[in-house]
Structure formats: structure tokens, C-alpha cells
């Protein structure tokens, strides 16, 4: 079965540079949402799409910037990176019909700031 | 104080036992409370999901959702190896974005 797929899978970058990562959701998902995973830390939060529109904001820092196109892949676009935001991004899609029916996870994508 | 606690671990339990996992909350207008499982350099992956309280059975995994002690619980019986993993509680309000526990990891001793 098809699953969310990520891309690319790691991702090294210098501090103040630009990354931009993508996900492509589950065919016929219209929601993708993205998280960001510290080392030992719990997925946080970032930012959520529902058919291309910004449906919530979490904890996304102002230099970091997300879209979903009209094909739903959506990319998170992060700026003036600094250490700290090396960390594994995730992102998930479902239905639209929410959570209970169950997020798919991809695979993330490891960015590492040095 | 997080809105979702959960003891990291690691929790090591010989093969064959029961595996008792759980997660506290502090935020009563969670509704939906889901278990995921991450393996390592993975994606978390849903194992159970509930809505309110009550309790939920597939296979060898059972959750239990006790609202007015905010308290939920997996429960994973004839526990193998291959049920090594990180296991992150999880909730949501209104059907829409989760939060996530710290994960507890798991080890299942052959």
C-alpha cells in the first residue's frame, strides 16, 4: 500500500542556510500535518494543511514557512537555520475527517544544522 | 507541567509477559487517544485509537481510556522481541492536530 513518503531522507545543512522539505501524502489524503522530533523528544507540533489551506498552527518558528500545493504534497520551507533545529521532521496525512480514522506518519527527514 | 506525561523507560520485560504502558493528562478536553508504536529512524505508527472513555481490544493489544482519572493505558499480552519500540501515547481535542507523550521505550528480552 502506498504510504506518506518524505523526501529527502537526510538532510545536512549549515547554519543560515535554507532547507526545504517534502512530503507526499497517501493518494485521496487532503490533510497533511508536520512535526518536528528532538533527539529523545516527543513529535511536536508544527503546522497542518487541509485542502491547501492552513487549517492550525503549533510551535513553527517565524523562519519557517509551509505550503500544500494543489497536487496536496505540501513542503516546509526553514530559513536561517541554527543548531537547534536540527531535529527529525515528520510529517503525516489523513482524511480530513480527523485523527480518529488515524494519521499515516512518513518515514521524516533527518536535517542536521552544523 | 506538559499536557501529556509519559515515563520514558526503558521499560524491560521478558518475553511471554504482559507489558503495562500508560500516559496521565492534564487537559480534559482531549476526546481522542490513540497508542503509536516508532521504531527506530521510523515514523510513529497507529496501533490503537479511542474515542472518549472505555476500553479497546485488537489482538494482543488492549487500551483503556479512563476520563475522570485522565489516566490511559496499553496492555500488550504474550509481549514478543519484535515489540521493541518506542511506544508514544497521544491525544487530540477536536479531531485535529495531536500531542504527543515522550514515548516510552520497550525492550522485550528474548
Known amino acids: 500500500a502506498a504510504g506518506v513518503i518524505q523526501s529527502p531522507r537526510h538532510l545536512i545543512k549549515e547554519k543560515r542556510e535554507t532547507a526545504t522539505l517534502k512530503c507526499y501524502p497517501i493518494?485521496?489524503?487532503?490533510?497533511v500535518y508536520w512535526y518536528q522530533q528532538g533527539p529523545g523528544q516527543d513529535p511536536q507540533f508544527l503546522i497542518s494543511?487541509?485542502?491547501?489551506?492552513?487549517?492550525d498552527k503549533g510551535s513553527i518558528p517565524d523562519r519557517f514557512s509551509a505550503q500544500q500545493f494543489s497536487d496536496y504534497h505540501s513542503e516546509l520551507n526553514m530559513s536561517s537555520l541554527e543548531l537547534g533545529d536540527s531535529a527529525l521532521y515528520f510529517c503525516?496525512?489523513?482524511?480530513?475527517?480527523?485523527?480518529?480514522?488515524?494519521?499515516?506518519f512518513g518515514s521524516g527527514t533527518r536535517l542536521t544544522v552544523v | 507541567q506538559k499536557e501529556v506525561e509519559q515515563d520514558p523507560g526503558p521499560l524491560s520485560v521478558p518475553e511471554g509477559a504482559i507489558v503495562s504502558l500508560n500516559c496521565t493528562y492534564s487537559?480534559?478536553?482531549?476526546?481522542?487517544f490513540m497508542w503509536y508504536r516508532q521504531y527506530s529512524r521510523k515514523g510513529p505508527e497507529l496501533l490503537m485509537y479511542?474515542?472518549?472513555?472505555g476500553n479497546k481490544e485488537d489482538g494482543r493489544f488492549t487500551a483503556q481510556v479512563d476520563k475522570s482519572s485522565k489516566y490511559i493505558s496499553l496492555f500488550i499480552r504474550d509481549s514478543q522481541p519484535s515489540d521493541s519500540a518506542t511506544y508514544l501515547c497521544?491525544?487530540?481535542?477536536?479531531?485535529?492536530?495531536?500531542?504527543f507523550g515522550k514515548g516510552t521505550r520497550l525492550h522485550i528480552l528474548p
Open positions: 503525516a496525512s489523513s482524511t480530513g475527517q480527523g485523527v480518529f480514522y488515524g494519521y499515516t
Open positions: 493518494p485521496r489524503h487532503d490533510t
Open positions: 494543511f487541509y485542502e491547501k489551506m492552513q487549517s
Open positions: 487537559n480534559s478536553a482531549f476526546q481522542y
Open positions: 479511542t474515542y472518549s472513555s
Open positions: 497521544a491525544m487530540s481535542e477536536e479531531d485535529d492536530k495531536i500531542i
